[in-house]
């Protein structure tokens, strides 16, 4: 490898998804469809009849997601061994319990999709046309109540395949976790991209991070479409995003491209960028983002300390050094 920097910023890439593919596999396992590409579980109806109501293609979509992923991770141990660096290895803590619902394999897991607290506010920062993250702007939430509590993202167990409107909004958490997780991935390429010095592990990162972006626009797309209800076990409310006190340009869901923004300074005329992309803390900040998002609840002290490494090595990488 040319530099540490570069290894480094690899190595929390292939870490981050790893654990990307991960929680990928649990929702396919229930969600998706499971062949040769993806083998794992043998999907839920039910889950599935839910997750359609935000598309008729999300098994397909979810499958396909999973697919990317498990490449990512291991393009990217393979491309470090190749340049004599480290691969990154998590199986050893792969401790966390799996879904007890039918469907879902009974193996040892990394991330937990039972326990979330979604930010949703992706879902009004790509749809403001005057604030940038990257300015020290801050975003509405679209559903409020997704970042206030911890709900599951996949059926518990059979018992959460009822009521209608439980398992409903255990799939609308879905749909909504979905574009959360690779609008991080959007973002995190392009902000560690500026601190590489090899022109070839450039070219990798240049060459996943649009992947990453096909994802974000595609689940941005189905999250609009999850059915406005509240779930009558612990009174999680999806808005209907098209009505007051919602509505307007900040929640409308057919408005699923970058709004034009300000980017830099804000002298400069908008521009429909990628956003945030400032690369000062952006592996940290990934970091916390997952954190935050309650998946990685039940973990040990010995994994957040290896990951917070990880990411504090990305961080400190500069160019030509």
Request: aromatic share 10%; no cysteine; glycine share 8%.
């Amino acid at each position: 490898m040319r530099t540490k920097g570069d290894e480094a910023i690899l190595r929390f890439l292939a870490a981050a998804e790893i654990l990307e593919t991960d929680l990928w596999q649990q929702y396919n396992e229930l969600g998706g469809i499971q062949d040769k590409e993806v083998p794992g579980g043998s999907g839920n109806p039910t889950y599935i009849k839910a997750l359609s109501k935000l598309d008729s293609d999300m098994s397909q979509y979810i499958h396909d997601n999973t697919d990317d992923e498990f490449s990512h991770f291991t393009f990217i141990n393979a491309y470090l061994i190749s340049r004599g660096g480290q691969p990154v290895n998590l199986d050893k803590f792969r401790t966390l319990p799996s879904s007890k619902a039918t469907g879902a394999q009974q193996i040892g897991r990394l991330t937990n999709l039972m326990q979330l607290t979604v930010d949703t506010s992706w879902w009004t920062r790509y749809r403001s046309d005057n604030k940038n993250p990257d300015l020290g702007d801050t975003f509405p939430q679209a559903v409020p109540g997704l970042s206030k509590g911890k709900f599951p993202a996949i059926p518990r167990s059979d018992a959460d395949l009822k009521p209608h409107n439980h398992i409903q909004a255990i799939a609308n958490t879905a749909g909504f976790h979905f574009a959360f997780i690779e609008q991080g991935g959007t973002s995190l390429y392009p902000s560690l991209a500026q601190r590489v010095t090899d022109v070839e592990v450039l070219r990798v990162l240049l060459s996943i991070g649009p992947t990453e972006t096909a994802h974000f626009q595609t689940w941005h797309d189905k999250a609009g479409n999850a059915p406005a209800l509240t779930d009558p076990t612990n009174g999680l409310v999806f808005p209907d995003l098209n009505s007051p006190p919602f509505g307007g340009e900040l929640f409308q869901t057919n408005l699923i491209m970058p709004e034009p923004t300000v980017f830099l300074d804000r002298k400069f005329p908008v521009v429909s960028i990628i956003r945030p992309t400032e690369t000062q803390g952006a592996a940290m900040g990934a970091l916390k983002a997952l954190t935050d998002d309650g998946l990685f609840i039940g973990q040990s002290k010995e994994f957040f300390a290896l990951l917070k490494e990880l990411a504090q090595e990305a961080d400190a990488a500069q160019r030509g050094v």
